[in-house]
């Protein structure tokens, strides 16, 4: 399956030896706790992976400048996502929110002013995270932005295993043969962005730019992908990156 | 309201049952749904596997198969299913497969049960043991009738209203000038705002009671009172009042509570008119009697022809009204037979009396009492047995045809099938009218199996009522002896079956295809009541409309309990969609006809229509083992 060819050679770390590590240098407590959880072995069947799709709506897109102003979670699995587990947090962005994002999330000065620093959910957050594989679309915004937060609130990092929705359709539409083809005709490329890669699923389209409506949106799109694409018994390392 | 859970509430709150759940409940399904994702192709629910959720589709397609493998149903985007496993022994009975890529909303069984629980009309939605068909016919009549008709329409005139200083004599004088039974006594403001009105001249009035026809017979000539007396002075006791925009209904309880027969109609302080009781009786019907009286003052064909837009108008205006298929039925039927009888007194004015007694028989919905405004005429003639065809029948087709004639430029089609009085075959004395039916019921053949469908409707619409009598008595006492003839009837009302129900903008067929529209009348009507006459006829009754003849089933054994009612209220809904939909023909300036087309019937419409579709569909196949074709006779052991 080209798919999964792809995928191991992306997947250049070894998770769990990167996992483990942390959990045993990890000064901060609370990331020993997170690192040392049980986590899915690489070779765990995506049917039985325990996931949880995750969502971060921000200032911007340089985590130099910009800051996170929402976070959306929903623990699921292939056959599921139970709403009732769902967490959507509004934090204060430690960088000012620029009017043009206001815009965009729908997330006013008011709400940001009376919402907490992330330092005070980040144990919930992290609680949530643990053992589970996180399931995003575009992992370049929630990977450096999670860090980044982390790191200047503990003083450490943090990364972990993803399934990156988005990387999954640019496999299927940007690196076949077809769509190789289609660029070098000049066509333009398929887009891979999420409401656009949902409709080619069948999914309907939801009210975008909301952390938590975002995060249930890729949660569908990943059971799609792999109900249209995967075997249910394929190692959850094929798609982790 | 959770901002993120806007998409699903939003979505379910535009689907039955969801979108009669109030806010707050709304709210809490969409905070407990699951979701999952189905490729097109893949099974949803398996037969027999356990299941303790309510399935909703959120978008795709899904196809239900019985455990048989056939199609059950094919369901879209906001059908739900999985309930009936849920309020029985939660195993899936119907399994469930995707037929698009499909996004399930699984609902956790405590919130269903809640739902059911906090919501009537969810629980009746999915509950099977009350089906919703019932609900549906129930609340259609609960809302409608004089419920919903303001007391207001009833009004034809202001109120006489006399000064309390006139005598009772003028008093008399006014009502009787006005042709009214009653008058309205006004006198000067007592200082309390709560009585007083002002009237079109801005004077201020206090509304100080009402004098009836009979208060002049108890409270003055039964008194002794002069003619002098002002009316003023007459006792009066508490005027009882009702405000104009209450219902009829509450007017005539009003009246009925206290024991009178004129009630003041006030628009908030102002008196806008007296509604006596008759008023209240003739409401009902007050349309239809207003054209048939019509029908007989009128001295020409072409006089009836022009009557014709008034039929589709008080036709219009029983519906909007909320009439029952039933009153509407009778109504039309009413109106249909006087149109045949007016023709018939001009006919016999026009071509001297006839030379021997005759009846003119109608048959069809005519005959049922279930008329609509799409209808030809099924009619025919029984003469006396002293007929004589050389010497006789020159008239009556004479006669057959002035009434044939005049029927169609009313707007009673021709009959294709050539069932009309003009017919030599059916212009016939008794005798051998008596013999047509004991022979097709002896020996039915297609051909008089489809007679005996149009036929065994018969009723008298004019002349000599009996010789229809004879024939009703012949069929009543024949036909539940001859299980070969009953037999032959029951695989006859099987020609024509019901739709599954809708999918999407299609109607969906058994076998899964789609069509643009349905003939309610051909698919629905039509072999509801073919399958209601063969029972009818194995009970012996002489009932004709279909509805008496459930009444008279029911005083059998023929039907499990329960089946009746439900056969009742299926023909109740499908007639009453019919009719419904004839109104949005005539309100769309189209001509009307028995076709619906799926994109024009409501979502809960069609819910209804494919319950009452299924009542059909079962009682079609009772009605096979109910009747089974007799072992010949004579055969050795």
């Known amino acids: 399956m080209l798919s999964h060819r792809l995928g191991s050679r992306s997947s250049g770390l070894d998770w769990p030896a990167y996992l483990q590590r942390r959990a045993a240098e990890a000064r901060e407590p609370m990331l020993r706790t997170f690192f040392a959880a049980g986590w899915p072995a690489?070779?765990?069947?995506?049917?039985?992976?325990?996931?949880?799709?995750?969502?971060?709506?921000?200032?911007?897109?340089?985590?130099?400048?910009?800051?996170?102003?929402?976070?959306?979670?929903?623990?699921?699995?292939?056959?599921?996502?139970?709403?009732?587990?769902?967490?959507?947090?509004?934090?204060?962005?430690?960088?000012?929110?620029?009017?043009?994002?206001?815009?965009?999330?729908?997330?006013?000065?008011?709400?940001?002013?009376?919402?907490?620093?992330?330092?005070?959910?980040?144990p919930e957050l992290l609680e949530a995270l643990a053992g589970r594989i996180v399931v995003v679309h575009f992992r370049h915004i929630e990977r450096p932005f999670?860090?980044?937060?982390?790191?200047?609130?503990?003083?450490?990092?943090?990364?972990?295993?993803?399934?990156?929705?988005?990387?999954?359709?640019?496999?299927?539409?940007?690196?076949?043969?077809?769509?190789?083809?289609?660029?070098?005709?000049?066509?333009?490329?398929?887009?891979?962005?999420?409401?656009?890669?949902?409709?080619?699923?069948?999914?309907?389209?939801?009210?975008?730019?909301?952390?938590?409506?975002?995060?249930?949106?890729?949660?569908?799109?990943?059971?799609?992908q792999v109900a249209r694409h995967y075997a249910p018994e394929l190692p959850v390392s094929a798609l982790w990156t | 309201m959770d901002a993120e859970l806007l998409e699903i509430r939003q979505h379910m709150g535009r689907f039955p049952p969801f979108d009669a759940l109030d806010d707050e409940l709304l709210d809490s399904v969409a905070g407990q749904v699951e979701v999952g994702y189905f490729k097109a192709g893949s099974d949803i629910l398996q037969l027999d596997q356990e299941l303790h959720e309510l399935c909703y589709i959120r978008s795709g397609a899904v196809e239900v198969r019985r455990r048989t493998g056939d199609?059950?149903?094919?369901?879209?985007?906001?059908?739900?299913?999985?309930?009936?496993?849920?309020?029985?022994?939660?195993?899936?009975?119907?399994?469930?497969?995707?037929?698009?890529?499909?996004?399930?909303?699984?609902?956790?069984?405590?919130?269903?049960?809640?739902?059911?629980?906090?919501?009537?009309?969810?629980?009746?939605?999915?509950?099977?043991?009350?089906?919703?068909?019932?609900?549906?016919?129930?609340?259609?009549?609960?809302?409608?009738?004089?419920?919903?008709?303001?007391?207001?329409?009833?009004?034809?005139?202001?109120?006489?209203?006399?000064?309390?200083?006139?005598?009772?004599?003028?008093?008399?004088?006014?009502?009787?000038?006005?042709?009214?039974?009653?008058?309205?006594?006004?006198?000067?403001?007592?200082?309390?705002p709560r009585h007083t009105f002002t009237d079109s001249e801005d004077r201020p009035w206090r509304l100080h009671g009402i004098l009836t026809d009979s208060d002049f017979r108890t409270r003055i000539v039964a008194e002794?009172?002069?003619?002098?007396?002002?009316?003023?002075?007459?006792?009066?006791?508490?005027?009882?009042?009702?405000?104009?925009?209450?219902?009829?209904?509450?007017?005539?309880?009003?009246?009925?509570?206290?024991?009178?027969?004129?009630?003041?109609?006030?628009?908030?302080?102002?008196?806008?008119?007296?509604?006596?009781?008759?008023?209240?009786?003739?409401?009902?019907?007050?349309?239809?009697?207003?054209?048939?009286?019509?029908?007989?003052h009128q001295s020409s064909v072409e006089g009836l022809a022009r009557l014709a837009p008034d039929v589709r108008a008080a036709f219009m205006r029983m519906v909007e009204e909320g009439a029952s298929s039933q009153m509407v039925g009778s109504a039309l039927s009413t109106i249909g037979r006087s149109f045949v009888r007016r023709l018939l007194e001009l006919a016999e004015e026009a071509l001297g009396p006839p030379p021997v007694g005759y009846c003119f028989m109608v048959n069809g919905s005519m005959a049922r009492n279930e008329q609509t405004i799409v209808t030809d005429q099924d009619n025919a003639l029984i003469l006396a047995d002293d007929f004589e065809p050389e010497r006789h029948d020159a008239y009556f087709l004479r006669l057959a045809q002035f009434v044939s004639d005049g029927l169609a430029a009313c707007g009673y089609a021709y009959c294709k099938g050539e069932v009309m009085a003009t017919n030599p075959r059916w212009r016939q004395p008794v005798a051998v009218w008596k013999r047509y039916f004991s022979e097709w019921i002896e020996a039915p053949t297609p051909e008089r199996l489809l007679h005996c469908s149009i036929f065994f409707d018969l009723d008298s619409a004019f002349g000599e009522e009996a010789y229809v009598e004879q024939l009703q008595d012949l069929i009543a006492r024949q036909a539940p002896e001859s299980p070969r003839f009953l037999a032959a009837m029951a695989r006859n009302a099987l020609n024509r079956k019901p739709p599954l129900g809708f999918f999407r903008t299609f109607v969906m067929e058994k076998d899964g295809k789609h069509n643009n529209s349905i003939n309610l009348k051909r698919r629905g009507t039509a072999p509801l009541v073919d399958l209601i006459r063969v029972h009818a006829l194995a009970c012996g009754s002489r009932a004709q409309n279909s509805f008496e003849r459930l009444d008279d089933i029911a005083a059998t054994q023929l039907l499990a309990p329960g089946v009746g009612e439900k056969l009742r209220y299926a023909m109740e809904l499908l007639s009453m969609v019919r009719i419904r939909h004839q109104v949005l023909d005539l309100q769309h300036d189209q001509e009307p006809d028995n076709n619906i087309e799926p994109e024009n019937v409501a979502d809960s419409e069609r819910h209804h229509l494919k319950d009452a579709f299924q009542?059909?569909?079962?009682?079609?196949?009772?009605?096979?083992?109910?009747?089974?074709?007799?072992?010949?006779?004579?055969?050795?052991?």
């Open chain 2, 71 to 192: 199609l059950h149903n094919r369901l879209g985007e906001g059908d739900i299913f999985g309930h009936f496993s849920l309020l029985r022994n939660h195993r899936v009975r119907f399994p469930a497969r995707a037929l698009e890529d499909t996004l399930i909303y699984y609902i956790p069984e405590p919130v269903f049960r809640r739902l059911c629980e906090a919501d009537e009309h969810f629980a009746d939605f999915v509950e099977l043991e009350r089906p919703r068909l019932e609900a549906a016919v129930e609340e259609h009549k609960k809302a409608n009738d004089m419920m919903i008709t303001r007391v207001r329409k009833l009004l034809t005139r202001y109120p006489v209203m006399v000064e309390a200083g006139a005598s009772v004599q003028e008093a008399a004088r006014q009502i009787t000038a006005s042709q009214a039974s009653a008058a309205l006594i006004l006198d000067t403001p007592d200082g309390d």
């Open chain 2, 615 to 637: 009542v059909l569909s079962h009682a079609q196949k009772f009605l096979k083992y109910r009747y089974p074709v007799p072992a010949p006779t004579g055969r050795a052991r």
């Open chain 2, 224 to 296: 002794g009172l002069s003619p002098d007396t002002p009316v003023g002075s007459l006792a009066s006791g508490r005027l009882i009042t009702i405000q104009s925009d209450e219902s009829v209904h509450e007017a005539m309880l009003c009246m009925l509570r206290n024991n009178i027969h004129h009630l003041p109609v006030l628009y908030r302080r102002r008196p806008v008119g007296i509604v006596h009781l008759s008023d209240i009786i003739r409401y009902e019907t007050h349309s239809s009697l207003y054209l048939v009286s019509n029908i007989f």
């Open chain 1, 42 to 122: 690489p070779d765990t069947p995506l049917a039985e992976t325990p996931l949880v799709a995750l969502d971060l709506e921000t200032t911007g897109l340089d985590v130099q400048r910009h800051a996170i102003v929402s976070i959306g979670l929903v623990p699921f699995s292939l056959q599921r996502i139970p709403l009732a587990e769902r967490r959507y947090w509004i934090v204060r962005p430690s960088r000012p929110l620029s009017e043009t994002s206001i815009a965009y999330h729908h997330i006013t000065h008011s709400e940001v002013a009376a919402a907490p620093d992330l330092e005070a959910i980040l």
């Open chain 1, 146 to 224: 999670l860090d980044e937060a982390v790191r200047a609130r503990l003083g450490e990092g943090i990364r972990f295993p993803m399934i990156d929705t988005m990387s999954l359709e640019a496999r299927l539409h940007r690196l076949s043969l077809w769509s190789r083809l289609r660029r070098w005709m000049r066509r333009p490329p398929v887009s891979i962005r999420l409401g656009d890669s949902r409709r080619r699923y069948g999914l309907p389209d939801y009210q975008g730019h909301h952390a938590m409506v975002d995060a249930l949106a890729t949660a569908e799109l990943l059971q799609a």
